[in-house]
């Protein structure tokens, strides 16, 4: 079985604080993804690596950060968390085969809240 | 325009009764995939479900089947015989297949409660 696991089920932070979330796979995915979501908006896509130290923007990146040092981890930074970056976290990784059928598989989430 | 719509924000079922989660897409992309995911209110996003767009025949797995209608654009999901534990957030998902970051497009989710 897939096991993406989260450092964090639930976070409270303050304003301006930096807030790691981090994320580890543990079946050789190529591919990992940091997700948010919000009610009514489903989730959107923040950022996404495909590779060691590769990462790419998704649909909201502004006000985050990544970084993949080593294939299994995927650490999604908030450089100075703000009220409106309270929200749930998914971490989500797959195979990376290209194809439409490439499952993403989800961690538990985090649920951060900023003060 | 919405990639992927949900219209029911809410659905109630009787245990042991078939119900039936809407979700219809949009994209000119000829090969895609579907994916239905299920979130339990501890969070976790769980893979039930996918389609692809030349499949011939809807996808089953298990209590779970896919009622995919390629002319109307919709891939409604199907639980057969409902129990407690499906009450939960139920998510439809699509990668187009010319998308070369692997992205995944969510709708906003349905709702399903089940009572005894």
């Known amino acids: 079985d897939v096991k993406v696991t989260q450092s964090s089920r639930y976070l409270v932070k303050r304003t301006g604080e930096k807030v790691f979330l981090e994320c580890v796979q543990d079946m050789d995915h190529e591919n990992m993804f940091w997700y948010r979501q919000d009610p009514g908006l489903g989730l959107r896509l923040i950022y996404f690596s495909y590779d060691v130290k590769m990462k790419e923007k998704g649909d909201i990146p502004e006000g985050y950060s990544v970084s993949r040092e080593k294939k299994e981890r995927f650490s999604l930074i908030l450089e100075s968390a703000s009220t409106n970056q309270t929200s749930m976290y998914l971490c989500a990784s797959s195979l990376g085969t290209g194809g439409i059928t490439d499952t993403q598989y989800f961690g538990p989430g985090t649920r951060l809240t900023v003060l | 325009a919405q990639k992927i719509t949900q219209t029911q924000p809410g659905m109630f079922v009787q245990e042991k009764e078939a119900v039936t989660l809407d979700c219809t897409y949009d994209?000119?992309?000829?090969?895609?995939?579907l994916f239905w995911y299920k979130q339990p209110s501890s969070g976790e996003m769980i893979f039930l479900i996918y389609q692809g767009s030349y499949d011939q025949q809807n996808a089953t797995e298990g209590r779970y089947s896919l009622n995919f209608q390629k002319a109307r654009k919709s891939a409604n999901l199907v639980i057969s015989a409902s129990q407690l534990g499906d009450s939960a957030m139920y998510f439809c998902a699509m990668r187009e297949g010319r998308s070369n970051t692997d992205k995944l497009i969510f709708g906003t989710g349905t709702r399903l409660q089940v009572f005894p």
């Open positions: 994209t000119s992309d000829p090969s895609y995939g």
